[in-house]
């Protein structure tokens, strides 16, 4: 079956720095991926919508500026955290569909463990 | 009103009987409904989609789902203690998912 992966499954940070999360599809081509996020005991927020191509489409309330998406190319989508705080330690997970516009043909990545010291 | 609402539980349920999760939507043209689940610490797995009015199972799973009511629900019959795990009720809005909080279900040994 499909497979998304993430780099790295975990990592640990001292304040103030970035940190680039890495999300692959390894045997189809996404045009769309899904950022989420996911505090402990809540459920998945949609951070973004990274396309292919162009620029991200972020939810209201997620800040640009902070969370950098590039979707360079139809495999690889990344995720940077801009001058990272304890408050954006979080559980991030991707997600791509291996038919774009079909959400039940989405696949997601293992999940990237963020702590921020 | 949440757009998709799930009772957070936890849901105990003894092993062997059967565990029944609910869950209710705001978006009266909702065409497709999922539930997933997830394990602690782990991603999302999708278990069960379903787009039209009544059952559809799938082994030990069960998706129902009533339109006019608003309402999907998943029972998962001779539940067993792997079972245990956090259940996402998920709804496609213009291709995107939006989700339920999650229902904590645990099957007591």
């Known amino acids: 079956g499909a497979v998304v992966s993430q780099h790295p499954s975990w990592v640990i940070c001292k304040s103030g720095t970035s940190v680039k999360i890495e999300c692959r599809s390894l045997d189809f081509q996404a045009t769309t991926m899904f950022w989420y996020r996911q505090f402990p005991k809540q459920s998945l927020m949609l951070m973004a919508t990274s396309n292919e191509g162009s620029k991200a489409t972020y939810e209201q309330g997620v800040e640009k500026d902070k969370f950098l998406i590039n979707h360079a190319s139809l495999t690889l989508s990344t995720l940077t955290v801009t001058s990272a705080h304890p408050e954006d330690s979080s559980f991030y997970i991707c997600s791509a569909p291996r038919l774009a516009g079909e959400p039940d043909t989405q696949y997601f990545g293992p999940g990237t463990r963020l702590t921020v010291l | 009103q949440k757009e998709v609402e799930q009772n957070s539980g936890p849901l105990s349920v003894p092993e062997g009987a059967i565990a029944s999760l609910n869950c209710t939507y705001s978006d009266r043209g909702s065409q497709s409904f999922f539930w997933y689940r997830q394990y602690s610490g782990k991603s999302p797995e999708l278990i069960m989609s379903i787009y039209s009015n009544g059952d559809k199972e799938d082994g030990r799973f069960t998706a129902q789902l009533n339109k006019a009511s608003q309402y999907v629900s998943l029972l998962i019959r001779d539940s067993q203690p792997s079972d245990s795990a956090t259940y996402l009720c998920?709804?496609?809005?213009?291709?995107?998912?939006?989700w339920g909080a999650g229902t904590k279900l645990i099957i007591k040994p």
């Open positions: 998920a709804v496609n809005r213009n291709y995107q998912l939006i």
